[in-house]
């Protein structure tokens, strides 16, 4: 397929621009996006902010061509100044919340949902039609507290490095967790939710020496900013 301008880049995957209404996101290490546009599209039936996704036929199995989508993502809002730590962290929640209320799409297990599993700042964008949550790459079905555990070591784990954002991490952290939802627990650090979090993001090969170093300090943060429960 022929491409334009390269219009970002990320960990794992370059987009292109069609023409003024279509992007192609290719993987540059051969990762599968056939999983990736029928959860996408699956999404989008329900309602949920997903960018539409044109008909993979045809297309090589690395390629998604996904509806172009104009205005910042949420890290460039907040280093802008156009949004507050506190409405990142809500907004955060809010899609969180709104993914979980959809059935999942092949579990038969009543408690599972579709996850996003790499929800933060840079994976959400402000579009004249609201917040859109983009990169569904790491996309599976499981427990709610899953997807809230991993959004909240991913911010940690910026909050206890030496980025230049590290306040405005823990702010966004701490406004995410105090909108958790009631129904989800994150566990002791022992076991539960969090727990597994933590192994995903073990094993991520995408993370960094320093990342790696730094996820106990990020998981100990996440245990110290989660609102007690009665």
């Known amino acids: 397929m022929h491409t334009g301008e390269l219009l970002g880049s990320g960990r794992s995957a370059d987009v292109f621009a069609i023409d003024d209404h279509w992007v192609l996101r290719r993987y540059r290490d051969g990762g599968d996006a056939t999983a990736e546009a029928v959860v996408m599209s699956y999404?989008?039936?329900?309602?949920?902010?997903?960018?539409?996704?044109?008909?993979?036929?045809?297309?090589p199995r690395t390629d998604l061509v996904i509806r172009r989508l104009s205005g910042p993502s949420m890290l460039q809002a907040l280093r802008q100044g156009t949004i507050t730590a506190e409405e990142a962290g809500a907004t955060l929640a809010n899609v969180l919340h709104?993914?979980?209320?959809?059935?999942?799409?092949?579990?038969?297990?009543?408690?599972?949902?579709?996850?996003?599993?790499?929800?933060?700042?840079?994976?959400?964008m402000f579009t004249p039609d609201g917040a859109m949550v983009i990169d569904w790459r790491n996309t599976q079905e499981g427990p709610p507290g899953l997807d809230w555990g991993m959004s909240a070591l991913i911010l940690a784990q910026?909050?206890?490095?030496?980025?230049?954002?590290?306040?405005?991490?823990?702010?966004?952290?701490?406004?995410l967790l105090r909108h958790l939802d009631p129904a989800v627990d994150l566990g002791d650090g022992d076991t539960g939710c969090l727990t597994q979090a933590k192994k995903r993001r073990a094993t991520d090969p995408a993370m960094s020496g320093n990342e790696a170093?730094?996820?106990?300090?990020?998981m100990e943060l996440v245990?110290?900013?989660?609102?007690?429960?009665?």
């Open 43 to 59: 999404l989008g039936k329900h309602g949920y902010p997903v960018p539409r996704v044109r008909d993979p036929a045809g297309l």
């Open 98 to 124: 709104r993914l979980h209320r959809i059935p999942a799409r092949v579990s038969t297990d009543p408690a599972d949902r579709v996850l996003h599993l790499d929800l933060h700042p840079d994976n959400v």
């Open 158 to 175: 910026v909050a206890v490095g030496t980025a230049a954002e590290v306040a405005e991490a823990r702010a966004v952290l701490t406004a």
């Open 213 to 218: 170093h730094i996820l106990d300090d990020a």
């Open 223 to 230: 245990l110290e900013l989660k609102p007690a429960r009665a």
